[in-house]
C-alpha cells in the first residue's frame, strides 16, 4: 500500500520569495515519486520525478525536490517564486515494481503575491 | 514530449443520459490507460485501469455498470458514463503510458462532465 501527504492545502508566497511544497509518502516498496501542477480548468503536467539515482531532481520551470529516504520526503521546491507559479501542486507515489497505480495527495494550492 | 488528448474538454448533458468521454495517445501507443475523477478541490481519485484488449480493472467503489471503460486500440480509452445523475458531476482525466520507455505518465487536459 502507499500513501501521499502533502502538508498544508494552500501556501502563498510572495514574488521572488523561496517556494516550499511539502510531500511525506508511505511505501511498502521502493517509490517512484512524481510532482505535478494543474492550471486551473487544465489538465495535469508533469515537473519532475524520482525513480533511482541521485536524490536531487531538477525539473521544469526552475523547480527541484530532493528525495529523502530516512525521512519519506519529497518536498518541491524552487528558490524564486514567480506569478506564472500560481498553480495547483500535486505529489504523486507509485510502487517501482510494475507500476500500475499512482497514488495522489490532496494538493497544494500555490498563491504568490506581488 | 508525448501527448494525450482527451475531448470532449466540456460537455453538459441531461440526467439519465449517457455520456462518451475520449482519450487518446496521439503519438505514442498505450498499453495501458487509467482514468480519474477529481471533485472540486479535491485530489484525483483513480477509478479504473484500462489495458488494451482486455476488461478494464475498476477501483474498489467504482461501479462498473455505471463506468463502462472500453481500450478498443493501442491508442483510445473510452469513459462512457451511463445513465448520469447530476452527482457524477466532476473533472474526468486520462492518462496513459507508452509500452516499454519506463515509467513516465502523460495526461490529457481533462473533461469537465455537468450533468442538469
Known amino acids: 500500500a502507499q500513501s501521499v501527504t502533502q502538508l498544508g492545502s494552500h501556501v502563498s508566497v510572495s514574488e521572488g520569495a523561496l517556494v516550499l511544497l511539502r510531500c511525506n509518502y508511505s511505501?511498502?516498496?521502493?517509490?517512484?515519486l512524481f510532482w505535478y501542477v494543474q492550471y486551473p480548468n487544465q489538465g495535469l503536467q508533469l515537473l519532475l520525478k524520482y525513480t533511482t539515482g541521485a536524490t536531487l531532481v531538477k525539473g521544469i520551470n526552475g523547480f527541484e525536490a530532493e528525495f529523502k529516504k530516512s525521512e519519506t520526503s519529497f518536498h518541491l521546491t524552487k528558490p524564486s517564486a514567480h506569478m506564472s507559479d500560481a498553480a495547483e501542486y500535486f505529489c504523486?507515489?507509485?510502487?517501482?515494481?510494475?507500476?500500475?497505480?499512482?497514488?495522489f495527495g490532496t494538493g497544494t494550492k500555490l498563491q504568490v503575491i506581488p | 514530449g508525448a501527448v494525450v488528448s482527451q475531448h470532449p474538454s466540456r460537455v453538459i448533458c441531461k440526467s439519465g443520459t449517457s455520456v462518451k468521454i475520449e482519450c487518446r495517445s496521439l503519438?505514442?501507443?498505450?498499453?495501458?490507460m487509467f482514468w480519474y475523477r477529481q471533485f472540486p478541490k479535491q485530489s484525483l481519485m483513480l477509478m479504473a485501469t484500462?489495458?488494451?484488449?482486455?476488461?478494464?480493472?475498476?477501483e474498489q467503489g467504482v461501479e462498473k455498470d455505471k463506468f463502462l471503460i472500453n481500450h478498443a486500440s493501442l491508442t483510445l480509452s473510452t469513459l462512457t458514463v451511463t445513465s448520469a445523475h447530476p452527482e457524477d458531476s466532476s473533472f474526468y482525466i486520462c492518462?496513459?503510458?507508452?509500452?516499454?520507455?519506463?515509467?513516465?505518465?502523460?495526461f490529457g487536459e481533462g473533461s469537465w462532465l455537468t450533468v442538469v
Open positions: 503519438d505514442f501507443q498505450a498499453t495501458t
Open positions: 511505501s511498502s516498496v521502493p517509490p517512484y
Open positions: 492518462s496513459a503510458r507508452p509500452g516499454g520507455s519506463g515509467n513516465t505518465i502523460y
Open positions: 504523486a507515489v507509485s510502487d517501482s515494481g510494475g507500476y500500475q497505480k499512482v497514488t
Open positions: 484500462s489495458n488494451e484488449g482486455s476488461k478494464a480493472t475498476y
